[in-house]
């Protein structure tokens, strides 16, 4: 089976690939890429997701990209709007052209004598399997599986007369005008569905298990349309991407060490708009803040929608799925045309992907992850993974600087293999996610471990990542690098000249 060789492979053309492909271009120019993306688009989530009122939950200062300025009115924007800047960024930077559809990577080998990785990939509608070589891979697939979501087995769903979707696998046939829908859930997809879908439904009710901690903010971010006005572009957007980093980075601090004045502050902001009586009942958590990603809703639009009665809230547990709708363990059924089940992601690490290292296969739940973004005993090979308390891309843009950083340190010392190796014995191991988070918890047996200190400590701060990653040594004594070139007699592969 012949093969195109690349100095990169980037898997994913979502938020994190096409970043990652501009860092590549910016920081190695010389080096050649491909990125292999699954699907027929690009933008990942921003091009999967179609449900209705599909928006980030992160403001646009720090979910966008730190070299590519956020200039929209809205900081809260909707999926359309993040999807385009992708576009943009994608067709700015010549990316588009290196970007491969319907590939899906299924299998890399690693082999320490060409200092390469192989990878097997899957294209086109009969899965033909292609192979494409590699000197450092480089993932930047997200962390939950394309395939579907999660949804629990309900009792007496097959009963039930209606139509029952999950957010995941939202059509555009799917008519909710005047009628009435139930959102099983209470996380970020939950309270974006409800006050979209209550606009034209004739009511809507979110049915949840437990209440989740939801902070209103207002859409628009005053200050930074001020400094834009005032300000070129690029200054105005850095410092309020500055501004909103630094809040959100006190406001958890605050959270972690003062957990009930915090939680205080929350739930007063709420009462304000729906009384103490329906706060207690359906908006006060049993967890601290920040123990779960806390739920953001633009311009109290969720609040609005419940006290206009277009929605409401039941806290209740379900007994049963019916013909015409639920039935609660408390006795009361609700009636439904539509039941949308908000409830949740399956996570999986790397799209599922089977590594191998010279012939032997790795377990990657076995494996340490090193910065946030590579793993122990796993030679030049990186993921990119956000933050679960912050903008995704404000950890993504750091991993993907330090990757080439990584890059340019080898040719630099003439090395072809980087290994993240763990050697110290008085490391301990840790979840790799410190978060109580149904998604997380269902697959914490599939991911990696953390140390308990640094460089195998995942510390969820953006501030202590950004000096380690973009200032901190790259040969910290837990990097290995080998593999001399002159040292091999085995020649490389042949490197083709551009991605076609």
């Not at 576009?87 to 990316?95: K, L, M, V």
């Not at 494996?367 to 912050?390: C, E, R």
Request: net charge neutral.
């Amino acid at each position: 089976m012949t093969s195109e060789h690349f100095d990169m492979l980037i898997v994913g053309a979502g938020i994190s690939g096409i970043g990652a492909a501009y860092h590549l271009g910016a920081n190695c120019p010389s080096k050649t890429y491909a990125i292999l993306e699954g699907r027929e688009a690009i933008g990942g989530t921003w091009d999967l997701f179609r449900y209705p009122g599909i928006r980030s939950d992160s403001d646009m200062y720090t979910l966008g990209y730190s070299f590519k300025p956020w200039t929209q009115a809205k900081a809260i924007a909707d999926g359309p709007a993040i999807l385009n800047y992708l576009h943009e960024t994608a067709r700015e930077n010549d990316i588009e052209r290196h970007i491969r559809f319907r590939h899906m990577v299924k299998r890399a080998s690693w082999s320490s004598e060409t200092a390469s990785w192989t990878v097997d990939v899957e294209t086109g509608a009969d899965k033909t399997v292609v192979q494409y070589t590699c000197n450092f891979l480089f993932m930047c697939s997200g962390y939950y599986s394309y395939k579907g979501g999660y949804t629990p087995e309900f009792p007496g769903a097959d009963k039930f007369q209606g139509r029952i979707v999950h957010p995941q696998k939202w059509t555009s046939d799917i008519d909710y005008k005047g009628k009435r829908v139930i959102v099983i859930g209470s996380g970020a997809t939950a309270v974006t569905l409800v006050p979209e879908m209550a606009k034209e439904a004739a009511h809507v009710t979110m049915l949840q298990r437990s209440p989740t901690y939801v902070v209103s903010r207002p859409a628009e971010d005053a200050l930074a349309n001020k400094l834009r006005a005032w300000l070129p572009a690029k200054l105005a957007y850095g410092l309020t991407r500055w501004k909103n980093v630094l809040f959100g980075m006190y406001f958890f601090r605050i959270a972690r060490n003062k957990p009930q004045k915090v939680k205080e502050y929350i739930l007063n902001m709420v009462k304000e708009h729906l009384g103490e009586e329906y706060v207690a009942k359906h908006f006060t958590p049993t967890y601290n803040p920040w123990d779960q990603r806390l739920c953001l809703v633009p311009d109290s639009d969720l609040f609005d929608a419940i006290k206009t009665d277009r929605a409401d809230v039941v806290t209740d547990h379900i007994e049963t799925f019916t013909a015409d709708g639920i039935k609660l363990k408390s006795g009361t059924e609700l009636k439904a045309d539509l039941i949308v089940t908000a409830t949740g992601l399956n996570m999986e690490l790397l799209s599922g992907l089977e590594v191998i290292v010279d012939g032997k296969p790795v377990a990657m739940n076995t494996t340490f992850n090193y910065k946030g973004m590579m793993y122990s005993g796993v030679p030049n090979l990186a993921s990119s993974f956000g933050y679960t308390n912050a903008s995704w891309t404000l950890k993504c843009d750091l991993t993907c600087a330090y990757v080439c950083r990584l890059i340019n340190h080898m040719d630099k010392t003439g090395t072809r293999q980087a290994t993240p190796v763990l050697n110290d014995p008085n490391i301990e191991s840790e979840p790799w996610l410190d978060f109580s988070s149904g998604y997380v918890q269902r697959a914490l047996d599939k991911l990696p471990r953390q140390g308990t200190k640094a460089p195998w400590k995942v510390y969820q701060n953006y501030a202590l990542d950004l000096v380690a990653l973009k200032f901190g040594k790259v040969e910290d004594g837990v990097m290995m690098f080998t593999n001399k070139a002159s040292d091999q007699k085995a020649a490389t592969p042949v490197k083709e000249k551009a991605a076609a």
